[in-house]
């Protein structure tokens, strides 16, 4: 339908044009109050490179948490999933922990985000496993497998936390640091290689997205009308893994987005998909990089930064209870 | 010419436990047939079976003459084979039209979004089953007749070959009930789509049936002309409970009627003149 | 009474017996908590009067040989009083609302802790434990010692005028970034060895700070507390945003300085100070 295809792009495009503005704002508040000339004067080193890297990660992080987000709702069929619900966050929690008590992670910049990946992965790898019964991945297993995977590796994470003494209490500052969520990103590398995952994984999803439509209806009535339900199920559940999965091992575990974003979206432009997952992503990006924008700014007398994970919890719950307000929301989807 | 359906010693169900056993049931073009039977018989379960859902432990099941599980995607089988299920979970708000739009999802190519063309077929289904004006209402905001009617509209969106239907018009009213059928009808005389369609009112099957299938724990019991198989004794024995047929005297159709027993059961009047009128 | 004072003086003869430098009649048997109070043991000459110290107590090297009694900072209360410590010795804020601790101090042990966080603090918990042990006059020969170099190192750093001091960044851990505060005692010693720390009006004493706000006040010598790579430290030039700062122009990021000397609020802390200095001002002070 033209129309409709129409105002998706009309869509896309206003939220793209939001971005840029909210970045553009974004890039010249900080810590320290550089004047804006000053700070394009004196090129991409220096202050004006952190902010851009900053925003760049938020973009991209803020996309891939609210993909997720919108992937796990539509195949979990459950208004409650986000990217953290199927375990991921915490199997990369437990990955990140180790690298960090363990005292690998100051070898090299990588290795928090490579042992924060491995366990995601590998989270994800088990939860399929569980989930499995009789060829197919019932979808209330893939819940209960993800919950229970989830529930262990936090106590594992927690038993770790516990045992680690004052000695590495700087270890366990990070570990803290890092369950917080935050934005600070110092590896030009590390943001490409992120950055190049992200957008991947984002328009695969974009590409995909009518199929999401059929899986809200139910998977008979998807398998009815000729969707191979159970290949769909797979490439998604690894889609949206991987992208909570690079989120969370680039920068910690940032909470809210991949759950408020996508309900946000839907109550403003409708359930379907093709619209719904690439405004998602859009809207996300700029969610992230507002409330990082925020956690830079609140503290700046003290020449410190709140966790961004802080901020999105603080601004995420009262905006959404709003929202939810105005709308009588009879159906969640 | 293939059949349109073809079940050959169908044997499934549900977590080792066999719900549908030995079933062979051979479908042609053109037919309407109805499926009815006890609670548990199995119906449902054969019609997922039919509608390649739900691959058998053992037999095939074969649509226009091709192995549904084996030579067969699920696209392809959407192309020609439509499903309208009973009671579908609504908890997403598509528009109607958005709903029925998502029928022409097979004749889609892979990555394209609905044309004029399927805009056009979209509405006419939406006439067909007479919730045009509906067509912007989310599908949480209508009845249940309603939408029943607007899953009707989606499954004719799909431009079937063959149409399997299981209780369409539990919730429908008198009108809707019969609207509903007098349509399926039309569209099986006049374009030869072949309808298969479980009935739980045996009389709404008669009317519109040609042939009518019965079925009792996992077994076809009968398969035939509908005024061959609705006999006394066959539904007193499949039901367990008495039955008369007659004939509907303006169509001519078998009609059933139902027979409860009351032996020793007093009248209605008696008891008001021994107790003066405390019971009623 | 009577009984009493004889109870008294029967436990001030065993205190002076212990007192007695020479020829105890018995040694003190005293459990350290942390390492610097370790240190100041060992230099003071009461290491054989140490029977139980932390796993991080790691110099001098005959430190490493005493029993462990646990973490620093998580001691274990039990194998403290398995080894019948006479006192129990620490430095550091909240060691005494570690658990542990509160259990000792419970069981009626002597338990004395003190603070780390200036010089001045130092040299007075060096005196203090000068007292604990009997070893008063070890204690205060090296009081002076220390005192004297640090004096000798003020002369010629104290009237440096603020402009010609090298900004110095110091990172104690990088992820999150942390730097020091106005209260750590690593300002002070940034001070002391001629350097002004970037970071030296932010409250606290470990501070957790914003990347720009470092590169902003453009440090021109970095030194890391946690790495001694140089491979590593380079990493920190690197950082995005971070090329352009003056220390990582010049490449003055400061890997080759044992981090203990400069984080271990002991008497190496001294060391630590001059071998800061002499890599601020290469060809001496101005």
């Given at each position: 339908m033209s129309t409709k295809r129409r105002k998706r792009t009309h869509t896309i495009v206003a939220l793209g044009l939001v971005l840029v503005a909210v970045a553009a704002c974004a890039v010249f508040v900080g810590t320290v109050w550089v004047p804006p000339g000053e700070l394009l004067a004196r090129g991409l080193g220096g202050t004006?490179?952190?902010?851009?890297?900053?925003?760049?990660?938020?973009?991209?992080?803020?996309?891939?948490?609210?993909?997720?987000?919108?992937?796990?709702?539509?195949?979990?069929?459950?208004?409650?999933?986000?990217?953290?619900?199927?375990?991921?966050?915490?199997?990369?929690?437990?990955?990140?922990?180790?690298?960090?008590?363990?005292?690998?992670?100051?070898?090299?910049?990588?290795?928090?985000?490579?042992?924060?990946?491995?366990?995601?992965?590998?989270?994800?790898?088990?939860?399929?496993?569980?989930?499995?019964?009789?060829?197919?991945?019932?979808?209330?297993?893939?819940?209960?497998?993800?919950v229970v995977v989830g529930a262990i590796c936090g106590s594992l994470l927690m038993f770790l936390v516990s045992t680690a003494s004052m000695e590495s209490s700087r270890r366990l500052h990070d570990i803290v640091w890092w369950l917080l969520g935050n934005l600070q990103i110092s590896d030009l590398s590390l943001l490409a290689a992120t950055a190049g995952v992200v957008a991947a994984g984002v328009a695969l999803a974009s590409v995909l997205s009518?199929?999401?439509n059929l899986m809200v209806l139910g998977e008979e009535p998807a398998a009815h009308l000729g969707l191979g339900v159970e290949r769909t199920k797979i490439v998604f559940f690894v889609l949206g893994s991987m992208l909570a999965g690079v989120s969370v091992a680039a920068c910690g575990l940032?909470?809210?987005?991949?759950?408020?974003?996508?309900?946000?979206?839907?109550?403003?432009?409708?359930?379907?998909?093709?619209?719904?997952?690439?405004?998602?992503?859009?809207?996300?990006?700029?969610?992230?990089?507002?409330?990082?924008?925020?956690?830079?700014?609140?503290?700046?007398?003290?020449?410190?930064?709140?966790?961004?994970?802080?901020?999105?919890?603080?601004?995420?719950?009262?905006?959404?209870?709003?929202?939810?307000?105005?709308?009588?929301?009879?159906a969640w989807m | 010419m293939a059949n349109a359906l073809e079940l050959d010693a169908v044997t499934c169900g549900y977590d080792a436990r066999e719900v549908v056993r030995g079933v062979s049931l051979a479908i042609a073009e053109g037919d309407f047939v109805g499926l009815a039977g006890p609670n548990g018989s199995g119906k449902t379960t054969l019609l997922r079976a039919a509608s390649g859902v739900l691959a058998p432990s053992s037999g095939t099941v074969r649509?226009?003459?091709?192995?549904?599980?084996?030579?067969?995607?699920?696209?392809?089988?959407?192309?020609?084979?439509?499903?309208?299920?009973?009671?579908?979970?609504?908890?997403?708000?598509?528009?109607?039209?958005?709903?029925?739009?998502?029928?022409?999802?097979?004749?889609?190519?892979?990555?394209?979004?609905?044309?004029?063309?399927?805009?056009?077929?979209a509405q006419a289904a939406m006439a067909e089953a007479e919730i045009s004006d509906l067509a912007d209402r989310p599908i949480t905001d209508v009845s249940g007749g309603e939408r029943q009617r607007a899953f009707l509209a989606m499954a004719l969106a799909q431009e079937p070959r063959v149409l399997l239907l299981d209780e369409p018009t539990s919730h429908l009213d008198l009108h809707h009930q019969v609207a509903t059928l007098s349509r399926l009808e039309r569209l099986n005389r006049r374009d030869g789509l072949?309808?298969?369609?479980?009935?739980?009112?045996?009389?709404?099957?008669?009317?519109?049936?040609?042939?009518?299938?019965?079925?009792?724990?996992?077994?076809?019991?009968?398969?035939?002309?509908?005024r061959d198989v609705l006999t006394e004794e066959g539904l007193a024995a499949l039901f367990g409970t008495s039955v008369h047929v007659t004939e509907n005297p303006a169509t001519g159709r078998p009609h059933v009627m139902l027979v409860p027993k009351r032996d020793g059961l007093p009248k209605r009047g008696d008891l008001r003149q021994d107790d003066g009128g405390q019971n009623d | 009474m009577a009984i009493v004072a004889v109870l008294g003086a029967a436990l001030a003869a065993s205190m002076l017996a212990r007192r007695t430098p020479h020829g105890a009649t018995r040694h003190l048997r005293?459990?350290?908590?942390?390492?610097?109070?370790?240190?100041?043991?060992?230099?003071?000459?009461?290491?054989?009067?140490?029977?139980?110290?932390?796993?991080s107590c790691d110099y001098p090297p005959e430190a490493r040989s005493v029993t462990r009694i646990g973490g620093y900072g998580c001691p274990n209360a039990e194998k403290i009083l398995a080894l019948r410590p006479d006192v129990v010795v620490g430095a550091g804020e909240g060691m005494g609302a570690l658990p542990a601790v509160r259990l000792l101090v419970q069981r009626g042990i002597p338990v004395r802790l003190f603070e780390h966080e200036s010089f001045g603090a130092i040299l007075e918990l060096t005196r203090r434990l000068g007292e604990a042990t009997g070893r008063q006059e070890n204690a205060r020969r090296l009081v002076a010692s220390l005192s004297a170099r640090l004096a000798a190192l003020d002369e010629r750093t104290r009237n440096v005028p603020e402009a010609k001091r090298p900004r110095v960044y110091v990172e104690v851990w990088n992820d999150p970034i942390m730097s020091i505060g106005s209260h750590s005692f690593i300002t002070?010693?940034?001070?002391?060895?001629?350097?002004?720390?970037?970071?030296?009006?932010?409250?606290?004493?470990?501070?957790?700070?914003?990347?720009?706000?470092?590169?902003?006040?453009?440090?021109?010598?970095?030194?890391t507390g946690y790495m001694n790579d140089p491979a590593q430290a380079a990493a920190v030039a690197r950082r995005i945003g971070w090329g352009r700062v003056a220390a990582a122009r010049d490449g003055r990021i400061i890997t080759d300085i044992d981090p203990d000397l400069l984080l271990r609020p002991g008497p190496r802390l001294v060391d630590g100070a001059e071998q800061l200095f002499r890599r601020l001002y290469p060809e001496g002070a101005p």
């Open positions: 004006l490179g952190i902010r851009l890297a900053r925003v760049a990660l938020g973009i991209v992080v803020g996309a891939a948490l609210s993909v997720a987000g919108v992937i796990f709702q539509a195949v979990l069929r459950n208004p409650l999933a986000e990217p953290y619900v199927l375990g991921v966050s915490s199997g990369a929690g437990l990955g990140a922990a180790v690298a960090i008590l363990t005292g690998w992670s100051v070898v090299s910049i990588w290795v928090l985000p490579a042992g924060a990946f491995a366990g995601a992965l590998l989270t994800m790898l088990l939860v399929e496993r569980l989930a499995r019964i009789g060829g197919r991945l019932p979808v209330h297993a893939l819940l209960l497998a993800g009518r199929d999401l940032i909470g809210f987005v991949g759950l408020i974003v996508p309900h946000t979206m839907r109550m403003i432009l409708g359930p379907d998909h093709r619209t719904l997952l690439p405004a998602s992503a859009l809207a996300g990006a700029v969610f992230l990089v507002a409330a990082d924008t925020v956690a830079r700014t609140v503290l700046a007398g003290s020449g410190t930064e709140l966790p961004v994970g802080v901020v999105t919890a603080l601004l995420g719950g009262p905006f959404f209870i709003a929202l939810l307000r105005k709308r009588r929301a009879v | 649509l226009l003459g091709r192995d549904v599980y084996r030579d067969l995607t699920p696209r392809e089988v959407a192309r020609v084979l439509s499903v309208v299920s009973q009671d579908v979970a609504v908890d997403f708000s598509f528009t109607v039209e958005e709903l029925v739009l998502m029928g022409r999802t097979p004749h889609l190519s892979r990555f394209g979004w609905e044309s004029r063309h399927d805009l056009e077929i072949t309808v298969v369609t479980v009935m739980h009112d045996l009389n709404l099957a008669a009317e519109f049936c040609d042939r009518t299938v019965l079925m009792n724990a996992g077994r076809i019991v009968a398969d035939g002309p509908t | 005293v459990v350290s908590l942390s390492p610097n109070t370790t240190e100041i043991l060992f230099a003071i000459g009461a290491g054989g009067d140490v029977v139980g110290v932390t796993a002070e010693l940034v001070r002391r060895a001629g350097g002004a720390s970037v970071t030296a009006d932010l409250p606290g004493d470990y501070p957790r700070v914003a990347p720009e706000l470092v590169v902003e006040r453009d440090p021109q010598v970095i030194l």
